[in-house]
Each structure stands twice: as structure tokens, then as C-alpha cells.
């Protein structure tokens, strides 16, 4: 069973600065595709980045040129976090793709908050 576990996250002021990290295990497999999801209060769930392991990224508009995604190790997946605002503030889930199926961390926190 594929799972995924995050790390990061936390309180931060506007224009501050925050990584997150996800890495999975339960598998040999690359996972191809993955990325980070955000669901805010009251909100619907969103993507904000995704890499492809050939190399493809893919961010939400809103996090554009702010935040970065990187993966550096087998089955792990990274977001640098820049330039925070508190419409950034939701709870972040790491997310797998393989052989068709998804899979979810169990999410991460972060407030942007004065």
C-alpha cells in the first residue's frame, strides 16, 4: 500500500517563506506524477503544482512565479513556498499517481497570518 507522508507547513507572516516536503513509501515503483493540493476553508480542494516525472510542471495562476515545485529523490516531491499571502492559507495534501490510481498524504497546515 502506497503512502504518503508530508512535512512542513506551519505558521508564517505575508511575504514570508515555507517548504514542504512529501515522500512516499510501499513502493518500487516511480510514481510518475506528483504534486500538491490545497483546500482552504470553506473552499473546494485546488491544485497548486504538479511534476510529471519526465520533467512537466504544471501550477495553479494564483501561485505562479511563487512557488516552486521540485522532485530531487525517487518518490519524493518538494514545494518551495515564496512570497506568502494569507489567501495561501489552507491545508495542503501531497498527492501520488500510479498505475491509475491516487493516493493522499494526510495534509499540512499553513496560515499565513500577521
Known amino acids: 500500500q502506497v503512502q504518503l507522508v508530508e512535512s512542513g507547513g506551519g505558521l508564517v507572516q505575508p511575504g514570508g517563506s515555507l517548504s514542504l516536503s512529501c515522500a512516499a513509501s510501499?513502493?518500487?515503483?516511480?510514481?510518475?506524477?506528483m504534486g500538491w493540493y490545497r483546500q482552504a476553508p470553506g473552499k473546494q480542494q485546488e491544485l497548486v503544482a504538479i511534476?510529471?516525472?519526465?520533467?512537466?510542471t504544471r501550477y495553479a495562476d494564483s501561485v505562479k512565479g511563487r512557488f516552486t515545485i521540485s522532485r530531487e529523490k525517487k518518490n519524493t516531491v518538494s514545494l518551495q513556498m515564496n512570497s506568502l499571502q494569507p489567501e495561501d492559507t489552507a491545508v495542503y495534501y501531497c498527492?501520488?499517481?500510479?498505475?491509475?490510481?491516487?493516493?493522499w498524504g494526510q495534509g499540512t497546515q499553513v496560515t499565513v497570518s500577521s
Open positions: 510501499g513502493t518500487r515503483l516511480l510514481i510518475d506524477s
Open positions: 498527492n501520488g499517481r500510479l498505475l491509475g490510481k491516487n493516493y
Open positions: 511534476r510529471i516525472s519526465g520533467g512537466t
